[in-house]
C-alpha cells in the first residue's frame, strides 16, 4: 500500500493510542507510514475534510497527529477551506507536546503556522528521488537519527519553506531545497519529501501532474523511474523513521 488510508475516520484499528491522520485529497494516503504506525501498534483516524468529514476541534483524545500532503498551497483557504483547522491543530500540538509529523504540504503548512515562510518554487517542481543531506542536529534525534546522509526521499512538491520558523532545528538539507526536515521542541517534525510514497504512487501523481511538470521544465517520466529504483533503500529508511515516531507516541501516550 502506498497511497490508501490505514483506518479512516469511522474505523478503529484496536485499542492502541490514537493517531489524528489528515489527508487532503484522493490518492494522498498515509501509505508506507500509515503501516508502520499500524504494526507498532497505534490507531491511526484518517480524516478527509477534502471529502466533508470535519475535523476534531481539538486533539483531546489523541497521542498524535500526522499531516498529510497535498497539491493545495498551505495558505489556499479558497481550495482548501479546511487548512486555517489543521493550523490550529498543529500549533496545539506544539504547546501541549503531542507528537506529530507534517509531511509535504503537511509541513508547509506547520512552517507557515509557526511563523515561517513558503514560496512558489522560482525553479519548478522539485520531483523524484532525491538525495538529503544530513545536519549536525540529527545527530541523536528520537526519529531522524538513524536516518543516513544521502537517503533518497521521494519528492513532488511545487512549493517549499523558504524560511523555518525561528524555533525550528533543521535537520536535513538539499541541493535544490534547503529546509527538507526540521524539528520544533522535542515532538514535532516536519518534513518537504513523502516518506510515505513508492513508484506506484508517484506514477499516478505523473498522470495528472505531469503534463505541468513537462512544461516547466522537469521530467515526470524520469522522477518516476528514479523512485522505482530507489523502492528498496525508500522503504528500508522510511518505515524506520515511521517506527522511530511511533516510538515517540507510544512515550507520550504512557506518560
Request: hydrophobic share 40%; charged share 20%; with cysteine.
Amino acid at each position: 500500500m502506498t497511497t490508501g488510508t490505514a483506518g479512516d475516520g469511522d474505523g478503529h484499528r484496536g485499542g492502541g493510542p490514537r493517531v489524528l491522520v489528515v489527508q487532503h485529497e484522493d490518492g494522498t494516503g498515509p501509505g508506507l507510514v500509515g503501516e508502520q504506525l499500524i504494526r507498532s501498534g497505534l490507531d491511526p483516524r484518517v480524516h478527509h475534510p477534502w471529502a466533508g468529514e470535519r475535523l476534531p476541534d481539538s486533539l483531546a483524545g489523541y497521542a498524535g497527529l500526522l499531516v498529510l500532503g497535498g497539491a493545495p498551497n498551505c495558505d489556499d483557504e479558497k481550495t482548501a477551506p479546511w487548512i486555517p483547522a489543521v493550523r490550529a491543530l498543529m500549533r496545539e500540538a506544539v504547546a501541549d507536546g503531542v507528537p506529530q509529523l507534517g509531511v509535504c504540504l503537511g509541513g508547509q503548512i506547520l512552517a507557515r503556522a509557526l511563523g515561517g515562510r513558503v514560496v512558489v518554487r522560482p525553479r519548478g517542481p522539485e520531483v523524484g528521488a532525491v538525495a538529503l543531506r544530513r545536519l549536525p542536529a540529527a545527530d541523536g534525534d528520537p526519529v531522524f537519527g538513524r536516518v543516513p546522509d544521502g537517503a533518497p526521499a521521494a519528492q513532488w512538491h511545487w512549493d517549499e519553506i523558504s524560511e523555518l520558523p525561528e524555533a525550528a532545528v533543521p535537520l536535513f538539507t538539499g541541493d535544490d531545497c534547503v529546509h527538507q526536515a526540521f524539528r520544533v521542541g522535542e515532538r514535532t517534525w516536519g518534513v518537504q519529501f513523502h516518506p510515505e510514497v513508492l513508484g506506484d504512487a508517484v506514477a499516478e501523481w505523473s498522470l495528472s501532474d505531469g503534463p505541468a511538470v513537462r512544461a516547466a521544465g522537469g521530467d515526470p517520466e524520469a522522477a518516476v523511474a528514479s523512485v522505482r529504483t530507489a523502492e528498496p533503500r525508500l522503504r528500508e529508511i522510511w518505515e524506520t523513521m515511521a517506527r522511530s515516531w511511533a516510538e515517540v507516541v507510544h512515550a507520550y501516550a504512557a506518560r
